[in-house]
Nanobody, 123 residues
Framework: VQLMESGGGSVQAGGSLNLSCTSS????????MGWFRQSPGKEREGVATIVSDGRTTYADSVKVRFTISRDNAKKILYLQMNSLKPEDTAMYYC??????????????????WGQGTQVTVSS
């Protein structure tokens, strides 16, 4: 397993969660690392991205509320999620890729995915 997420759970609206994604040495060297999410019946969407020089991008729906970061020593990718809303409910996946496509990591053949962690926000 090259990527493994943790930290998901159930919270009330307004609460916080901090997702973690541990990475193997190989995937940590990828240029782009990011978080995606998918709700039942909806397409997967990009949430946040961080590239090797530290630049970050966020979906408009999570700006200000979510923060992506990386610990290079521990090889862990984080997603701090504050002020959670019911519409944030989804399976969250971390991903790494040698490439970026627009604001987010490429989702092509060379992308590595974690198994996902469920986030449920109740009103």
């Amino acid at each position: 397993v090259q990527l493994m997420e943790s930290g998901g759970g159930s919270v009330q609206a307004g609460g916080s969660l901090n997702l973690s994604c541990t990475s193997s040495r190989d995937t940590w060297n990828d240029y782009c690392m990011g978080w995606f999410r998918q709700s039942p019946g909806k397409e997967r969407e990009g949430v946040a991205t961080i590239v090797s020089d530290g630049r970050t991008t966020y979906a408009d729906s999570v700006k200000v509320r979510f923060t992506i970061s990386r610990d290079n020593a521990k090889k862990i990718l984080y997603l701090q999620m504050n002020s959670l809303k019911p519409e944030d409910t989804a399976m969250y996946y971390c991903a790494t890729s040698p490439f970026r496509s627009g604001a987010y990591c490429s989702t092509g053949q060379r992308t590595t995915w974690g198994q996902g962690t469920q986030v449920t926000v109740s009103s």
